[in-house]
């Protein structure tokens, strides 16, 4: 199983900027797609974005598109997320996970179930 340990939260003003970072322990990380997963309060965990194995090939949620963009650094076994003009409704844990069934493939699913490794998660907090 991927272990996964996500860091980089923080408070931030609306209009600034973070980048999340997410360390996977493994010498097969390279090999799947991963994805972000952000949960407020009182609310259900929903996709953000993901990339593919080699990173050929992203998907976002339309709420981030053109304001995050995510990353992956195989060598470094670590997946970014890159996120600019950030907006009090982007508040929540944000989560890293890994779905070991999309291997070396370009087939992105947004469906949390398809993810069967997850993080701690990372606060995010946008002040207005």
């Known amino acids: 199983q991927v272990q996964l340990v996500e860091s980089g939260g923080g408070l931030v003003q609306a209009g600034g900027s973070l980048r999340l970072s997410c360390a996977a322990s493994?010498?097969?990380?390279?090999?799947?797609?991963m994805g972000w997963f952000r949960q407020a309060p009182g609310k259900e965990r929903d996709f953000v974005a993901a990339i593919n194995w080699d990173g050929g090939r992203t998907t976002y949620a339309d709420s981030v598109k053109g304001r995050f963009t995510i990353s992956r650094d195989n060598a470094k076994n670590t997946v970014y997320l890159q996120m600019n003009s950030l907006k009090p409704e982007d508040t929540a844990v944000y989560y890293c996970a890994s779905d070991r069934r999309a291997s070396f493939t370009t087939t992105i699913s947004t469906f949390r179930s398809a993810y069967d490794s997850w993080g701690q998660g990372t606060q995010v907090t946008v002040s207005s």
């Open positions: 493994g010498r097969t990380f390279m090999r799947y797609v």
